[in-house]
């Protein structure tokens, strides 16, 4: 089975390098599964349910999120509508949606993805280990393939994440930094991993922001408008081959595919 994770997807740059891009990659890599991070999708900060549905309609067959998922308040009783679109599990009972969900992948195979945030330098919420050995447990009762989005802000978190659950889950894998690392591998276990699959959108930004603006609040100090650029977008993340039968990862790569210009 071969899986395509897509990092942090970035305002209307991001969303017109899924609609472009996933169906050409689906031919080329065969693939069974398309999951995206949509968390910066709606203006570089939150996800609307309008923007999901593009998200949807242009071939991602589950959407992934982080802390910015409750920028938009319409987008509360979404989550408790569409199953596609989830939230990190480890928020407190009582938030809506699903942390988790178990979809079918193109040959068949039933796959379980889970939503984690971390803690470090982070809001408060749930311990993302205690809550992602519970949720691992329980959807191994449905499927051995199951891939984890650590949402999460240290590099330390991730990496041992990928640990705690080597072994138990396919993949790993960090988003959230914007930034592609170079760490991709296969855990001694099984399960394959990446500190943060990228960013998907403008590249001449920092981390998805125009330079000018970000430059004049490090110069200044002083609040600014942070607007996401236009131009040079380009699709990061990464493509897992994974053995349906056993959940195991047999290889991972990383994908950064340019938007070209019309």
Known sequence: MNVLIIGDIVGNPGREAVRALVPQLRRRHALDLVVANCENVAGGAGVTPKTAQELLGYGVDLLTSGQHI?????????????????????????APGSGAAVVEARDGTRVGVLNLVGRVFLETV????????????????????ILVDMH?????????M?????????????THTHIQTADERILPKGTAYLTDLGMTGPYDSVIGRRVDQILERFLTGLPQRFEVPEGN??????????????????RIERVQERLLPF
Do not use: M
Request: charged share 25%; net charge neutral; proline share 6%.
């Open 233 to 250: 977008v380009i699709l990061c993340g990464a493509l897992i081959e994974i053995d349906g039968k056993t959940g195991c990862a047999q």
């Open 70 to 94: 409750w920028r938009h308040k319409e987008i509360g009783p979404y989550l408790n509508q569409e199953p596609r679109l989830i939230r990190p599990a480890n928020y407190p009972a009582g």
């Open 152 to 160: 999460a802000e240290a590099t330390s978190e991730k990496v041992a």
């Open 126 to 145: 749930d311990c993302p280990f205690r809550v992602g050995s519970r949720e691992v447990e329980r959807l191994r009762r449905e499927t051995s393939a």
């Open 162 to 174: 990928g640990w705690h659950l080597d072994g138990q889950v396919s993949a790993v894998v960090g």
